[in-house]
């Protein structure tokens, strides 16, 4: 049998939500904003909260890089961040800033149990998340990196937190 890439009708996927919550702080590139949908949708998340100066939706960039994924996952906007948390601990949600503070604690050596409901912020591009937000999480948490460069794309880090958060809720 002859190892080949699978066409996207080839690959079967099992389908499952998670008891996940993405809060976007002010993100403010268009681009970066669909891939979140994207990422989000491919990771199970069940909902994802604009908040701040994040760009508007219904936005024609933010659809083309979602790959239409926007449509699929429920989201809502909510003007500040400070006001959203209060309301998702009410509902039990565990509050984690993904961010690099000086409380962060490595992403990799956090434990989920399957019951936990997780709410995940993420920030601006520039600015990372607002100080007044960091001071009501949970948790902090950073993703350990080894180069000369202290941070990567704010997607990317969303990729790498959802999946160890999902291969531990699994």
Same mark, same amino acid.
């Given at each position: 049998m002859i190892n080949k890439q699978l066409e996207h009708h080839e690959i079967s996927t099992v389908q499952r939500k998670f008891p996940i919550v993405i809060i976007c702080e002010s993100i403010r590139s268009p681009e970066n904003l669909g891939m979140v949908f994207r990422v989000a949708? $491919?990771?199970g998340v069940e909902r994802i909260y604009?908040?701040?100066?994040?760009?508007?939706?219904?936005?024609?960039?933010?659809?083309k890089a979602s790959r239409s994924t926007v449509k699929h996952i429920p989201h809502e906007y909510i003007q500040k961040t400070t006001l959203l948390i209060p309301a998702l601990q009410k509902m039990a949600y565990k509050i984690i800033a993904l961010e690099i503070t000086s409380q962060s604690k490595a992403l990799d050596s956090?434990?989920?149990?399957?019951s936990e409901k997780i709410a995940l912020i993420i920030g601006s591009e520039k600015k990372g998340?607002?100080?007044?937000?960091?001071?009501?999480?949970?948790?902090?948490?950073?993703?350990?990196?080894?180069?000369?460069?202290?941070?990567?794309?704010?997607?990317?880090?969303? $990729?790498? $937190?959802?999946?160890?958060?999902?291969?531990?809720?699994r």
């Open positions: 949708e $491919a990771f604009l908040t701040g100066e994040t760009v508007k939706l219904p936005n024609r960039k933010v659809e956090l434990n989920y149990s399957s998340i607002h100080e007044d937000t960091l001071q009501m999480v949970d948790i902090n948490t950073k993703i350990e990196l080894f180069g000369s460069n202290t941070s990567i794309n704010v997607v990317s880090a969303l $990729a790498i $937190a959802l999946y160890e958060i999902t291969k531990q809720l």
